[in-house]
């Protein structure tokens, strides 16, 4: 959350929270100003709106994926750790931030606004194509199976990722997402390992 002031974070966490607890519908301007015991028209000098808030959450979020590839970049891991470590990575920071999950997987919001909308699609376009990256450094080094195009191969495992956290979150976060993300795991590795 580089660039915001305190404030603006403090707001931006307790927006998280409140989507934490009761979905994406319980983020209003009243009940955010209500939870930091301030004005309404206080919230509205430092966001202009609910969608201000939101696109500020993506922001976020971009800015914690861009620092696990780029970790997971830096290290001397094989391509098949790296994905694995993208993969393990993922499932707890959805896990430490539900709200996360629940924005990210909202494509009505997106619709609503211009900006929410391009985030997302930058979010999910950098994702791929570092992990399309890492397919290919494994393909290089016949680690990965090579009669799979790599983009194919980005696809069917972020699409496993995508599905996996929406079926905890439909199921109301009642699973362990980390345990049943290295069970699925242990089956892409299979699969793509060829």
Known sequence: MNGLSKRQKEIVEAALKLISEGGIQALTMKNL?????????ALYRHFENKHDILL??????????????????????????????????HFEKFTSNPAIAVILFSEGIFQLDERLLHNVKALMNFSAEKLTE??????????????????????????????QVLKWRLKFFSFDLNEEGKKIWNSLERIIRG
């Open 56 to 89: 500020n959450v993506l922001l976020y979020f971009k800015e914690e994926t861009e620092s696990i590839f780029s970790d997971i970049m830096k290290s001397d891991l094989s391509p098949i750790e790296k994905i694995k470590q993208f993969f393990v990575k």
């Open 33 to 41: 100003a209500n939870v930091l015991g301030i004005t309404e028209p």
């Open 134 to 163: 890492m397919i290919r450094e494994g393909q290089r080094t016949k680690t990965i199976r090579e009669d799979i195009p790599a983009e194919e191969l980005t696809l069917i495992l972020m699409g496993t990722l995508r599905l």
